[in-house]
């Protein structure tokens, strides 16, 4: 198993400069950069999410690019907006972001960079994308983790339990429930939980925003985590409504498969309890799919399934941090995001192989690459 596990390692390297180089490629060839960012606050034709600019040096920039717009006759640009800028101001602002560079250099110099985790500064806010990264994690993490368990914890036991009464009035019942789970996205079950139970029209219980409140150092530690609590309450059970349904279907199914199996039937010819034939054969078995899928699962809630309960719920986290980037083309937030999110993505992959063999020891990665 180490040799499989060492040679995973070695091919996360070339995995993720594939994913660096695509998606580098692709960026560059979007139009709408960090340049005609900066320009479009200049001209005042910039969106909303762009106003972050003036918060980082950019925002001397802005200043004197108005002044250049002022006092400049019209002159050609291959930014989109530039027209009437002085070309010094406008090769001013590439260099200000490293665009007086050839994208091959950028590019390798980002991949040197990224080798030791520099992953430098954001270009619209006055933070290194570390510090932006790390002050976001505990959001996300959040999130992803109480929402992860959760969603096994109901999932597996429903799961069984409507396996082992297929047919019933409780199978039936539960699946309209899981159904309706299915049908209704996290998002907008989050909008209904704000409308009745967040101010919206009826009760007032929960707070909308933020992971803790104002006054949270003040509190005992028992006040400081029913505060936590608290807040996460609402995003949970939002993202909760949209996972469970699919893990609850794929454990049923799994162990309808494996109650059909020959050697069900063997063990109870021979006069094991059914108990003992459930979870002492059945849910190894079963459940190998399940539980080593529980990074992965992880990672899809992470980073990709809060991205829109963040925003409803006013919850800065890794996702809307993401969602910004992208909308600004703060482009070393979005390399450093991507880097981060792959990189974790590929080593938790390999964690659902280990867990794999931990759940049953017969399987042998080692023997299947040979």
Partial sequence: MLAYIVRRLLLIVPTLLGIMVINFVVIQAAPGGPVEQLIS???GEGVAATERVTQSGAGELVRAGGESRAGSASTSSKYRGAQGLDPEFIAEIEKMYGFDKPAYVRFFQMLRNYAVFDFGNSFFRDQRVVDLVIDKMPVSIS????????????????????AVRDGSRFDVWTSAIVIIGNAIPGFLFAVLLIVVFAGGSYFDWFPLRNLTSDNWSELSWPGKILDYFWHMTLPIVALVIGGFATLTMLTKNSFLDQIGQQYVTTA???????????????????????????PSAFIGILFTGALLVEVIFSLDGLGLLGFEAAINRDYPVMFASLYFFSLLGLIMNLVGDITYTLVDPRIDFEALDR
């Fill in 41 to 43: 606050q200049i001209t």
């Fill in 143 to 162: 999130l992803g983790l109480w929402t992860t368990i959760l969603v096994y914890l109901i999932s597996i036991p429903l799961g069984i339990a409507k």
């Fill in 268 to 294: 109870r010819a021979k006069g094991l309890s059914e108990h003992h034939v459930l979870y002492g054969h059945v849910f190894r078995n079963a459940m190998l799919i399940v539980i080593a899928g529980f």
